[in-house]
């Protein structure tokens, strides 16, 4: 079945250095989907890449899904403390289920 | 609008127990699914919805029962409780897919989680 990795597990970095994390499937996805988990919370839908070399940016993080569709990347600009928590990619190929990278928990410190 | 409400937050079972936890959505949606979080592991399906009266099992739906009788509850079912399922469980749901699993636009909800202790 459809795996989905994410690298790498844990991230530390200094406030202000950028950061990205790396998703990657091992067959044809039809979407992906990035969600922000906070210490301690659920996870929260950031947005979703459904087009074949999508770039899309919210603020100071850029989402892109390759041209191939099985691997997409998160990067953080100028990470601040609020960045912190687990990311998770998570992906669908042609069937119902959503399935889950492992997430990469970054933390910042100031 | 509460979204994805589930109950109870925090719960300790004895093995052998059995006990519900409980979602509900207050947006009509018509997909709703259950994830398991444990550390390391990112989230795992255990069972998902399309629909009332509809249900299939995900990756890991060994040890759970699902029911999907409404558009607005699906409670997940632990027939007799192992330490290995102590984890964190939540629930989610979204719109009905078009075109794809979630249109453009479109959020999926999760609830804010059920701490669940087997020992």
């Known amino acids: 079945g459809q795996q989905v990795m994410q690298i790498p597990q844990y991230q530390h970095v200094q406030e202000g250095e950028d950061f990205t994390t790396y998703c990657n499937s091992s067959?044809?996805?039809?979407?992906i989907q990035w969600y922000k988990q906070r210490p301690g919370g659920h996870p929260v839908f950031l947005i979703q890449l459904v087009k074949s070399g999508e770039v899309k940016k919210q603020k100071r993080l850029t989402f892109q899904f390759g041209e191939a569709k099985k691997n997409s990347s998160l990067h953080i600009t100028a990470t601040q403390t609020t960045d912190v928590g687990t990311y998770f990619c998570a992906g669908r190929d042609s069937g119902y289920a959503l399935n889950f990278g492992k997430g990469t928990s970054l933390l910042v410190t100031p | 609008n509460a979204g994805v409400t589930q109950t109870p937050k925090f719960q300790v079972l004895k093995t052998g127990q059995s006990m519900t936890l409980q979602c509900a959505q207050d947006m009509n949606h018509e997909y709703m699914s259950w994830y398991r979080q444990d550390p390391g592991m990112g989230l795992r399906l255990i069972h998902y919805s399309v629909g009332a009266g509809i249900t299939d099992q995900g990756e890991v739906p060994n040890g759970y029962n699902v029911s999907r009788s409404t558009t607005e509850d699906f409670p997940l079912r632990l027939l007799s409780a192992a330490p290995s399922q102590t984890s964190v469980y939540f629930c989610?749901?979204?719109?009905?897919?078009?075109?794809?699993?979630?249109?453009?636009?479109?959020?999926?909800?999760f609830g804010e989680g059920s701490w669940l202790t087997v020992v």
């Open positions: 067959t044809t996805l039809s979407n």
């Open positions: 989610a749901s979204t719109n009905r897919q078009v075109g794809g699993w979630v249109s453009p636009g479109n959020t999926i909800y």
